[in-house]
């Protein structure tokens, strides 16, 4: 096991590349020993998203966090129209077997913890435990009249404008409706370091919200077959649209562990990093892996 002080911060690295049988490239950084552990970030971020997790975790596991398919810095050309968390996963799938990873820890925020859960339903074997921060499956938001209702919202108030913004070209604008609509308004302000890797990542998020299917349904048999032990985590502030989704998907894995960490909201894991690397990492240690 290697020391806390001994790691260096995540950013401190220079991410490698690798290119996947189907000339995907992704860049990545690992470190640490023991368990493989892939951290995978959420829409509007990349590889870098994990600092606040990476020390912590990389002394118990060996942990990689690379970016997404169009995420900075990665120049993938091909358009997707279907872009979606399924095809996320098959680029996971692949990206294990390239980096000789049989069977991973996958830790998930956000569209990275669909990501986690699309991987698991498609390759369980690859997948030896799953920590999600509140995967966006909207498709769950419709199994209660409430979240149906706030679907609907949702769509009208973020979603759409968003949409029409990409469309004419204002990917600055459509970027803060999103981060706005998704993380709360206080996290789409217009400086600081976040800011400026939101601009660095704002290709992913054009994809991903012009698709023509952003949020496919895993169905519900699907994940409570699931084997492998899940902690299902979420924001105790959390705006309503994910609130509704994330006890909705609760329901659909009685065999998962469920926490809700107070005092954040989408963000788990930049709001209370402390509190999050505590039960993710408890949680892991009890699974045994």
Known sequence: ??????IPPLEAHTPA?????????????????????????????????????????????????????????NQNPMPSPDH???????????????MG????????????????????VAHPAQVAAIVAVEPPMLGYAD????????????????????????RAGDDITAAALMTGGINGAASSVNHGPAYERRLQNLRAMRMLALSSDEFPLLPPAQLAALQMPVLLLSGQDTPAIHAHTFNNVVKAMPQA??????????????????????IALGFLAEAGV
């Open 143 to 166: 199994f209660s009249e409430a979240g149906r209702h706030e679907r609907a919202r949702f769509r009208q108030a973020v979603i759409e404008p968003a949409n029409a913004a990409f």
């Open 101 to 120: 990873i049989a069977r991973a820890v996958l830790v998930g925020s956000s569209y990275g913890a669909f990501t986690a859960l699309a991987l698991a």
């Open 17 to 73: 590349r690798v290119e996947l049988p189907n000339g995907v490239e992704l860049h990545h950084v690992t470190a640490g020993a023991g368990t493989p552990l892939v951290f995978i970030h959420g829409a509007m971020g990349d590889w870098r998203s994990w600092a606040a997790q990476w020390e912590a975790f990389v002394a118990q596991h060996r942990c990689t966090s690379y970016s997404r398919r169009y995420s900075h810095p």
């Open 1 to 6: 096991m290697t020391t806390a002080c001994t």
């Open 84 to 98: 979606s968390a399924l095809l996320e996963a098959e680029d996971l799938h692949l990206f294990l077997q390239a």
């Open 257 to 278: 562990r469920v926490a809700r960490v107070a005092g954040a909201g989408h963000g788990v894991t930049r709001e209370q990093p402390a509190q999050f690397n505590a």
